[in-house]
């Protein structure tokens, strides 16, 4: 089977950290990459879920980005 390589940039610690879990499920990363790159292509997107913020909490984003928030309540949630 021909491989061709793919690169990845992760802080050290996101990787050493990754590496450990994985090692103790039997996998090491390369495998772990391999899986999740069958599974986006068996499944035609991403394999979990990412979610997307609503129009109320892009607002609020968009606000804070721009210097209008000073304060935010728990109360807003």
């Known amino acids: 089977m ?5 690169r ?4 050290p610690e996101l990787k050493r ?6 090692s103790a499920a039997g996998l090491d990363v390369s495998t772990a990459i391999r899986l999740f790159l069958r599974s986006v292509v ?3 997107g991403l ?5 997307r913020p609503n129009a109320t909490t892009l607002a609020a ?10 304060e935010v309540s728990l109360d807003d949630f």
């Open 61 to 70: 984003i968009k606000a804070a980005k721009a210097g209008k928030v000073t």
């Open 2 to 6: 021909l491989t061709v390589d793919v």
């Open 42 to 44: 068996e499944k035609g």
């Open 47 to 51: 394999p979990i879920d990412v979610p």
């Open 17 to 22: 950290e990754a590496a450990a879990v994985l």
């Open 8 to 11: 990845s940039r992760v802080e």
